[in-house]
């Protein structure tokens, strides 16, 4: 190349001087190479004459502008979203949510797209060039002497070869996949466990952790199941014209397992529905987004020794079966190692004068989670959830008050974004994808293996969770998680991964008619459900549901004391107490400035490091009276009212009271001493217990405290 | 392809079963497909040997692991330095900014890089294939039979076709020059533009335009001549070993021409450095910006019909002037267009009741205005500027006050980690970059003409706009300017921008160390600086300079009281008072909530229209009392000090009044009521002069009250 040849570009480089082809090429993900290739073309075609060059530079010109316009297309379907929200929030419109707006707002486009634009011919120059034995990862190809580099984008199944040179607006918008996974789901799934409110979640957290592992892999498994015998009727109509193996069926059971009742929980969080409810929906969703991701790969990684798929094979069930534990405890330890280094380090460093040095630094280390899994072999989606948890937990307690909203912020704006997107680009993507495989007879199978795989997910567990739940999980709750399993982002983003096949093009499809169905008909349904439901609603989420709770109650039946104690010691079980003593006792102080300090908590031959380890404000305020902090207390609060129910009951509010005094704690943070002495003046007579909230769950006290209580 | 072998594609997919591709590419841009393209290698290739689909695996893996480490490399030093930068806000330390700090780091990391690792051998299996005439931007390669779809990178010089499969992660770390630009930049340039301090920056907006555009043109003529010089003697003494051409030499004048004093300002902002000062050097440094991107590809536009690019062409030069024109007012117009929409439609809806919708539509239409402007031909990097300038002056009025908080926090983050990250990127790029041309004359040249271009540019400017500026720029000042020109993140983008030709290479070497130099010498020598020329510190940037300022007046001479009343008429020229009557009467009243309404500053026979457009906030207030306003309260009460300046200096304290009060205004913003009262009772003798200010400017008083006011 000889120098001074930029100078020569002529005007089209001045023209199209700062074409955004990164961040097009972030979001298109394919083809946009043609303006830099171009480009750098033009700049290298000296010898050739000039009118070809001219027409090199038109086209990439003409290339770059219709990447603008595409993704200015999604800019003003999301604008527009934004717009209909509002007037639809204004109205009190509670039949459509927002995502499904946007789904809708894209079909239409993608209408338009798809009927209404003219078949231009591609940009794109083919050349077929033959090799011999395997495809590379990058060639260097010689024109007359030059050598440009070139990258392998992808297989193009033969059908399609002819196609390439398609319709450019309807390729433009059709997004690498990976966008979904790597730039899209991160902040959703980050928000999720940021956003976590961690009380109920923890609260019911046995029941969580049942639905989402247990709930996922039954349903996985019947699911699949299911679309094999639909799959085999399907070969013997003669509706199949390829291969579907079990697998291929597992497969579908695994991304169609992930729930995301988002529009239930937009619905719950504006009626204040039910908080146990919404913990229960909430967590379950996040953590079996998880499990979905990790499944699927597990089942793809599930390759029986010979070239039979259908047989069973013990090390590959094995080896699949270690796959999914090994990535998931990978991951999850990746994103808590990750948020615990986060929470010391703004612990330790008194970065909280500077809050935009300590969001950035959240947001870093946030971020680098992702990195560091996928970089360890991990799954980054799942490590930015535990990770989001985690700082959650501890970290955010560190921050200044002012980065505990900008964080929050930050991630509920990226979040609200990347979803709508997401759901946009799945209305979009009915009718501008170009390998939709739709077969009646899969779809219909699809939507009754879903309804019974929710229905075989959710009854069961729910009888067996309710032999050991204080608060049993009343019928209504029961059908209203039925109802709610709606399909999102996640089975989207896992569908569209690999559609490569012919069974992967069927299970796009299906997966996005699933989406739209659940979404639209379940998100209108919310409401009218709710009420015909009697699930109650106008709840203050920071308050607890009151001890005689109706809907709890009244299915509950009338237990006598000593089995409603026998109850709660079940309730808190032992993993439960062994978790929250330890994290009360040791993570919190080490990790936060609250809970006791270490040097009690800790025995005393490892003072030293107990006294570096306590920050200065715990011995100000040993009652940890931070806002955080209150989601504990009141759990505390509550599992000692559980735990002092035939006492407590005798003068009514104590329980309350407990509860209330923590959250006035936790809004008003600064006045602290003014906190203990109202409570030292005014509460005299139950200061002896409130004393004793706070030994409640230290290890040694685990067996003497349930005896102590009926007394 | 058939289908279910993605269930055969063994356990490495499951081990890197999402990997962060995209997220990589967005930042790497360039080798990230490797991943990808073997990926689905692996799933084509079934017919290969199994050994060869595992190695090739095992490379996709290894590439991909190699990707997120090095990313992680960088979130590892964003982190680093915000700890240190911590460590030194901490400790009060100030010769070391942040952006210096990111350097520093990078650089070490850099040589860790180039020394510390072993050339690995690259991933990337090349094959030559040799084509006829032309490189293509798409290839179909047949690979036994099956098809694969390559994209062109881009040319690789003919030295470096060997060296193409060399250490790894030193091609990793070295990313697409276009992310600079496309996701980097704009962040940066939309927050200066939405962090302008408007009330300052009117006041000086005819300096400070004068400044970004003469200033930026005679700098880039003075380098660029004086760079040919350079190159002159250096072809004479042999120490040229390519081409390099005048119009090489004016691109580096007009890429070296972008002053980026962000080291200098956190240093002005933290001591409270005089706000006009600020004022000066940031609007400057904000436009020229803008000024040297269009400029610089003005000059690429510059060519002439023959070949020999020595000669002057006036038909060419012609052009490229209208290039630059067009460029910049088409940019112009697309940012202030749709700051313009999204301030009409954050007023006429009630968005502002939804805060996380109203930060979403706000992002959106300002990124938007990037895509936009490049789908027109135009600049988005320029449009996104004036959109942040429009954004911040009207549509912040209309938003929510935690809009208001959310959005400015959004881009304060985004800009702090963008520019931080390009600063550790220079560092980095310095040992890790391979096609650095080092050469000591023309660097030693550079300096010396930064030099005497900076210096021909403020000196004589300074001097013409002293001629009509009352509040004169003291030496001091000219001094401070001359001292403050760095160079930054601009000047490196444009450098990486194109790095094809030899002599572009030795101009982005030169550029890198013209920024480090400056970035630490400049950075580090701000504070002595200020004391040593007698620039007040510790000014409350929202007050208003006190009349009697020494640094003004001792530099300033006595000049007589009509000299004076003469100086301020020029100083509130036509041109601005026509704009500011017409933003006031018309502008605000239109796109905010706030001005005058509508109806008494149209004329009657409009007035339905004016009645639609006038939000019925006005009516209530028609002092504007809002936040944002106060910034004109106060150019106006300003004004009036100056106008009634001879009057004023009797009573005193009138001028300084008007603008606390209005400061109190903008502070309390609900209290309107209440300091109608306060001026009704406490300040009634100045109660004619205030309403007096209100009526400064209308247009038919424009030439009655300059005569009025010395009586």
């Given at each position: 190349m000889e120098p001074g040849d930029a100078a020569r570009l002529g005007p089209g480089w001045a023209a199209r001087a700062l074409p955004p082809r990164l961040l097009l090429m972030l979001l298109l993900?394919?083809?946009?190479r043609g303006a830099a290739a171009a480009s750098s073309y033009g700049a290298a075609?000296?010898?050739?004459?000039a009118m070809e060059e001219l027409a090199t530079e038109k086209e990439a010109e003409e290339s770059h502008r219709q990447d603008s316009v595409s993704l200015l297309t999604f800019i003003l379907l999301l604008t527009l979203t934004i717009l209909t929200i509002w007037l639809f929030k204004h109205r009190r419109v509670?039949?459509?949510?927002e995502t499904g707006l946007a789904m809708i707002y894209g079909l239409i486009v993608g209408v338009i797209l798809r009927y209404g634009t003219t078949a231009t011919s591609g940009h794109d120059k083919s050349l077929s060039c033959t090799q011999e034995d395997r495809a590379f990862s990058t060639l260097l190809v010689n024109v007359s002497g030059k050598f440009f580099e070139y990258t392998l984008k992808g297989e193009i199944s033969p059908g399609k070869v002819n196609s390439v040179e398609q319709n450019d607006m309807l390729r433009k918008v059709t997004?690498?996949?990976e966008v979904f996974f790597n730039i899209l789901l991160p902040p959703i799934i980050f928000h999720a466990g940021y956003s976590l409110k961690k009380r109920h979640f923890f609260r019911n957290l046995g029941s969580i952790l049942a639905y989402a592992f247990l709930g996922t892999a039954v349903s996985c498994f019947i699911i699949g199941n299911l679309m094999y015998g639909v799959v085999k009727l399907m070969k013997i109509v003669g509706q199949l014209s390829d291969k579907f193996y079990y697998t291929d069926c597992l497969f579908f059971g695994a991304i169609i397992s992930?729930?995301?009742?988002v529009t239930v929980l937009a619905i719950f969080n504006e009626l204040h529905a039910d908080v146990d409810l919404y913990a229960l929906l909430f967590g379950e969703s996040v953590l079996n987004d998880a499990v979905a991701i990790v499944l699927s790969s597990s089942i793809v990684a599930y390759?029986?020794?010979?070239?039979?798929?259908?047989a069973f094979d013990a090390a590959a069930f094995f080896k699949s079966v270690g796959i999914f534990l090994g990535i998931f405890s990978g991951s999850f330890t990746m994103g808590a190692v990750t948020g615990v280094v986060t929470a010391l380090v703004t612990k330790f460093t008194?970065?909280?004068?500077f809050p935009l040095l300590e969001t950035a630094l959240f947001f870093l280390m946030s971020w680098s989670t992702f990195l560091l899994a996928e970089a360890c072999g991990f799954t980054g989606v799942v490590a930015v959830l535990f990770c989001g948890i985690t700082q959650a937990h501890y970290t955010y307690n560190n921050l200044s008050v002012e980065s505990r909203s900008r964080t929050k912020q930050l991630f509920e704006v990226l979040h609200f974004l990347a979803e709508n997107f997401i759901f946009s680009y799945m209305g979009l993507a009915l009718?501008?994808?170009?390998?939709h495989v739709f077969s009646p007879v899969f779809i219909i199978g699809a939507f009754v293996a879903i309804f019974l795989g929710r229905a075989a997910h959710i009854y069961p567990l729910s009888f067996f969770l309710n032999l050991g739940r204080r608060h049993k999980i009343g019928w209504n709750f029961q059908h209203m998680m039925m109802f709610s399993g709606l399909r999102g982002a996640m089975a989207f983003a896992l569908a569209i991964r690999?559609?490569?096949s012919y069974a992967r093009q069927m299970m796009f499809t299906t997966t996005l008619l699933i989406v739209f169905f659940t979404v639209w008909i379940i998100g209108g349904g919310t409401t009218p459900m709710l009420s015909w439901l009697n699930i109650r609603v106008?709840?203050?989420?920071?308050?607890?549901?009151?001890?005689?709770n109706d809907s709890f109650q009244v299915l509950q039946g009338d237990g006598s004391d000593s089995a409603r104690g026998n109850r709660t010691k079940q309730e808190s079980a032992w993993l439960f107490r062994l978790w929250y003593s330890f994290d009360h006792n040791y993570l919190k102080p080490i990790l936060t400035?609250?809970?006791?300090?270490l040097t009690t908590t800790l025995?005393?031959?490892?003072g030293l490091l107990a006294q570096c380890l306590t920050s200065p404000q715990v011995y100000e305020n040993?009652?940890?009276?931070r806002e955080e902090d209150s989601d504990f207390i009141l759990t505390e609060g509550d599992l000692t009212l559980t735990f002092g129910d035939s006492t407590v009951t005798a003068n009514g509010s104590s329980g309350s009271h407990t509860a209330s005094m923590s959250l006035e704690g936790g809004r008003r943070m600064k006045s602290s001493s003014e906190e203990v002495l109202e409570r030292d003046l005014g509460m005299g007579d139950q200061k002896v217990s409130s004393r004793g909230t706070r030994l409640v769950f230290p290890l040694e006290d685990n067996v003497r405290l349930p005896a102590q209580s009926p007394e």
């Open positions: 993900g394919r083809g946009l075609a000296e010898d050739s004459s509670r039949f459509l949510h997004f690498d996949p992930a729930t995301d009742p390759q029986p020794a010979g070239l039979n798929t259908h008194k970065l909280h004068c009718f501008t994808f170009q390998k690999d559609t490569a106008g709840v203050d989420p920071d308050q607890d549901p009151p001890p005689n400035h609250s809970g006791p300090p025995p005393a031959w490892c040993q009652e940890p009276l």
